[in-house]
């Protein structure tokens, strides 16, 4: 299966990070590595190309996180995808785990960090309680088992994703496709702790992408429930 799944890292000035990111998946085996990169002003771009990968730009109608990734699963080349972040705090060694459970009937596999009592080495007291917070609240909205909401790490089937209809463009992505997936499909977690960033800075912001998230878990709620 590692011939056959896209690993797609959406970027954003990871100069620092990319060439460690992309050396620890291809000793993996994992060789279909697609940048989505948000215009970045710094070498991330020529890192990537130089290293094989194939790159998607932002256009004009694409505005953050989301629209980035939403624009490369439109353009999947193969049956299988893995979103993967560009600041080397995800550990490739997840993916085949993942793997796993979509060939044992799983249409979605999430990496969690907490899974089973486990925690982050890269929480700060804030997002650890952003994370316990938010997780708690979709699982008691949606009646979902997730045990970890905001860390989007995850592998699944093209014909799948694109039955979503995501629209969110900027980092309430997250809560979206994770809702999403477990509301319509069956979905399953693998243990996956995260590292600490290699190089650079976090470009969420805590306070004002926390609020944006909150409204988008409770408009979602709404819509669910209108359709009942």
Do not use: W
């Amino acid at each position: 299966m590692k011939n056959n799944i896209e690993i797609l890292i959406p970027t954003l000035n990871e100069e620092g990070n990319i060439e460690k990111v992309i050396n620890e998946l291809k000793s993996k085996g994992y060789k279909n590595i697609t940048l989505l990169d948000a215009n970045s002003t710094d070498q991330t771009v020529k890192i990537a190309e130089d290293h094989g990968c194939r790159i998607i730009l932002d256009g004009s109608n694409i505005s953050g996180f989301g629209g980035s990734i939403i624009n490369g699963l439109n353009n999947l080349q193969h049956e299988y995808f893995c979103i993967f972040d560009g600041d080397n705090s995800f550990n490739p060694e997840a993916i085949s785990e993942m793997l796993d459970k979509i060939s044992n009937g799983a249409d979605f596999a999430f990496g969690s960090r907490y899974l089973d009592n486990n925690k982050s080495e890269d929480d700060t007291m804030i997002t650890k309680f952003g994370n316990f917070f938010f997780t708690k609240l979709v699982r008691l909205l949606f009646k979902i088992n997730t045990t970890d909401l905001l860390f989007l790490y995850v592998v699944g089937k093209k014909k799948n994703v694109l039955k979503l209809d995501l629209k969110q463009q900027d980092f309430r992505f997250c809560t979206e496709f994770l809702i999403k997936c477990y509301k319509d499909f069956n979905c399953k977690e693998v243990l996956s702790q995260e590292r600490k960033r290699h190089s650079g800075v976090s470009k969420v912001n805590k306070i004002f992408d926390g609020m944006k998230l909150l409204t988008n878990i409770f408009q979602m709620y709404f819509k669910y429930n209108e359709k009942k």
